[in-house]
């Protein structure tokens, strides 16, 4: 039997015309992947520088404005903070400081200026009195006589005493006013005010006269002449005030008083009795 040989042959490669179209099929089919990854490549690249700078700028609008310097900076991922920005010092009522050294510290120099005006005060008040104190230039700053008991007025015109139904408790010993008010026994001031209810300007001692305490009060001095104040001690005879007309008063006088025990006597016939 004859043998047959059968000849196979590629139409793209028996036929030119068909190897032609196969290439151009082929190169239509590779124009576009490359197209795409062309494409996709530029996408890259963009997302790439612009996706930071629109993430920096979005966030710019809440931002506090960036310094020249900064802008220079950036691309070394460095912040550079302006000259002008400080620390500001923190607020505490009426203090201004950073530590609280510097408040202590302001604590102490607002106690030491209040102190010196306190006592500047103290010093124009004190200042104040002196200069109206009345002049004492020729009056005896002892009363005459001797002994424990002294007649608070020298020179005097005997007026009311005590009992007289209208509760005044006391002998007014009327002299002009001016006139010096010694103390009528040593001992303790326990009251000195310019002002003690209706006595005006007064004081009041306590002594101790052998044993016995006798309390003595001086009422309706002169303002601003009382010699001594409460708690100083005094002698027997000696000068603290000056016959005024203050307080529940009529005219100038001393209103003298004597208590023992606690309970009021008649001054004229004590000091007739007791004064050296």
Same mark, same amino acid.
């Given at each position: =039997?004859?043998?047959?040989?059968?000849?196979?042959?590629?139409?793209? #490669? @028996?036929?030119?015309?068909?190897?032609?179209? +196969? @290439?151009?099929?082929?190169?239509?089919?590779?124009?576009?992947?490359?197209?795409?990854?062309?494409?996709?490549?530029?996408?890259?690249?963009?997302?790439?520088? +612009?996706?930071?700078?629109?993430?920096?700028?979005?966030?710019?609008?809440?931002?506090?404005?960036?310094?020249? *310097?900064? $802008?220079? &900076? %950036?691309?070394?991922?460095?912040?550079v903070v302006a000259s002008e920005a400080t620390q500001a010092p923190s607020t505490r009522g009426q203090f201004v400081a950073t530590t609280p050294d510097e408040i202590e510290k302001r604590k102490a120099e607002e106690a030491a200026a209040a102190r010196a005006? &306190?006592?500047? +005060?103290?010093?124009?008040?004190?200042?104040?009195? #002196?200069?109206?104190?009345?002049?004492?230039?020729? =009056?005896? $700053?002892?009363?005459?006589?001797?002994?424990?008991?002294?007649?608070?007025?020298?020179?005097?015109?005997?007026?009311? %005493?005590?009992?007289?139904?209208? %509760?005044?408790? %006391?002998?007014?010993?009327?002299?002009?006013?001016?006139?010096?008010?010694?103390?009528?026994?040593?001992?303790?001031?326990?009251?000195? &005010? *310019?002002?003690?209810?209706?006595?005006?300007? #007064?004081?009041?001692?306590? #002594?101790?006269?052998?044993?016995?305490?006798?309390?003595?009060?001086?009422?309706? =001095?002169?303002?601003?002449?009382? =010699?001594?104040?409460?708690?100083?001690?005094?002698?027997?005879?000696?000068?603290?005030? $000056?016959?005024?007309?203050?307080?529940?008063?009529?005219?100038?006088?001393?209103?003298? *008083?004597?208590?023992?025990?606690?309970?009021?006597?008649?001054?004229?016939?004590?000091?007739?009795?007791?004064?050296?």
């Amino acid at each position: =039997m004859p043998e047959t040989t059968i000849e196979t042959t590629s139409p793209t #490669s @028996a036929d030119p015309t068909a190897r032609q179209k +196969a @290439a151009t099929r082929s190169a239509a089919f590779v124009r576009p992947v490359r197209t795409v990854a062309i494409l996709g490549a530029v996408g890259a690249l963009v997302a790439a520088i +612009a996706l930071p700078a629109f993430v920096s700028t979005s966030g710019a609008a809440d931002a506090a404005p960036v310094t020249t *310097e900064q $802008l220079a &900076a %950036g691309n070394s991922q460095s912040i550079v903070v302006a000259s002008e920005a400080t620390q500001a010092p923190s607020t505490r009522g009426q203090f201004v400081a950073t530590t609280p050294d510097e408040i202590e510290k302001r604590k102490a120099e607002e106690a030491a200026a209040a102190r010196a005006a &306190a006592a500047a +005060a103290s010093a124009a008040s004190a200042a104040t009195a #002196s200069s109206s104190r009345p002049s004492l230039a020729g =009056m005896a $700053l002892v009363a005459p006589g001797s002994g424990a008991v002294r007649y608070p007025v020298t020179s005097f015109t005997p007026g009311e %005493g005590p009992g007289s139904g209208r %509760g005044h408790e %006391g002998w007014d010993m009327i002299a002009p006013e001016g006139t010096p008010i010694y103390a009528a026994a040593a001992g303790t001031v326990t009251a000195s &005010a *310019e002002s003690i209810g209706g006595y005006g300007v #007064s004081m009041m001692i306590m #002594s101790n006269l052998n044993g016995t305490m006798v309390e003595s009060r001086y009422g309706h =001095m002169v303002y601003g002449s009382r =010699m001594v104040e409460a708690g100083d001690q005094v002698s027997a005879g000696q000068l603290i005030g $000056l016959v005024g007309n203050t307080g529940n008063s009529y005219g100038s006088h001393l209103h003298f *008083e004597v208590r023992i025990g606690g309970s009021v006597i008649d001054p004229e016939p004590w000091l007739a009795a007791n004064a050296g």
